[in-house]
């Protein structure tokens, strides 16, 4: 018997924003679409520790962030307020990250999800995009200890389809030879100055669900030929939909699910585990973003099942 998907998800997630693009409430509304399902084990994160984020982070900037310092050109670039709460919601974001790498690293589980974070625009020393800490980056850091403790493979795969690049992630891991960072995203879209993945893929304006299923199938490969990697971390943007006000893709709802059937089926065939994010979802109406991230979550119980 398979056990059933972990799924980190704390309802100290919401974001209060105020009047935002961002819609801070999406982590519960996709956690109210996923608690009838029998087939998830939910797990409460705890924050994450000083010394966590210190594994990705500069110490100055960890600092500031959690003494509610940062200067006004730093709030300017990160694009969203920075307050205790914000501060207290963030770090249990990260935190789930880690408790999905650890569930990984410990449980031999084929799949853990974070029904959060995704922070992909978060640097070693700013933040910025709506992202002050790479939960993404402090994730693998743990699993990578964890797994060098046990004298196992520690090399790991980011597969970041957020309509955005993944600029941070790719700057954090620039030169770590045990980090692969796979990319594909809207070439014509934030951030304006991209930071270099091991692999980038560069869609145009306006692709849809078949075009942009084919250019992943074949980053995969790609990726797969140039790294054997233990473990695969997906960033599930929700913001490739034709619907969102932040993306120039045109995917439906069930081409995004294809995507994710797509990403657990490449990882099974390989036998790696997968750790889920979510990352950005801007969708005109809420209800879609969390829709589209509750079916990433139920792509996962389906491989985590299979
Ligand atoms: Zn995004």
């Not at 974001?93 to 999905?100: D, L, Q, T």
């Not at 196992?152 to 770590?176: I, K, M, P, S, Y």
């Not at 913001?239 to 069930?254: I, N």
Request: net charge negative; hydrophobic share 45%.
């Amino acid at each position: 018997m398979a056990l059933p998907l972990a799924v980190v998800y704390s309802p100290g997630y919401r974001l209060d924003l105020g009047a935002h693009v961002f819609p801070g409430d999406k982590y519960e509304r996709a956690a109210a679409l996923l608690r009838p399902r029998a087939g998830v084990r939910w797990e409460e994160p705890r924050p994450a520790t000083r010394e966590e984020l210190e594994l990705v982070h500069h110490a100055d900037w960890v600092e500031r962030l959690l003494a509610c310092r940062l200067r006004p050109a730093e709030l300017v670039r990160l694009e969203v307020p920075w307050t205790p709460a914000i501060r207290d919601a963030v770090l249990l974001h990260v935190g789930g990250s880690v408790r999905a790498a650890e569930i990984l690293a410990a449980d031999g589980a084929p799949v853990a999800a974070n029904l959060g974070g995704g922070f992909h625009h978060a640097f070693a020393g700013h933040g910025e995009g709506f992202c002050a800490l790479n939960d993404i980056a402090v994730g693998i850091r743990c699993w990578q200890r964890r797994r060098a403790a046990q004298g196992r493979e520690t090399q790991a795969l980011v597969v970041d389809c957020d309509v955005h690049q993944g600029n941070g992630t790719a700057a954090l891991f620039r030169g770590d030879a045990a980090v692969f960072t796979l990319s594909l995203h809207q070439a014509d879209n934030y951030p304006a100055l991209k930071q270099a993945s091991d692999l980038d893929v560069n869609l145009e304006d306006g692709v849809g669900d078949d075009e942009y299923l084919a250019a992943l199938a074949a980053a995969l490969r790609e990726a797969f030929a140039r790294c054997r990697p233990a473990l695969l971390w997906y960033v599930a943007g929700a913001d490739p939909y034709r619907e969102d006000q932040l993306g120039g893709l045109a995917l439906s709802r069930e081409g995004l699910r294809r995507r994710d059937d797509l990403v657990f089926a490449a990882a099974r065939d390989r036998e790696l585990a997968v750790a889920v994010t979510l990352a950005g979802g801007y969708a005109r109406r809420v209800e879609d973003t969390a829709a589209i991230h509750a079916a990433t979550i139920e792509a996962a119980e389906a491989a985590c099942a299979s």
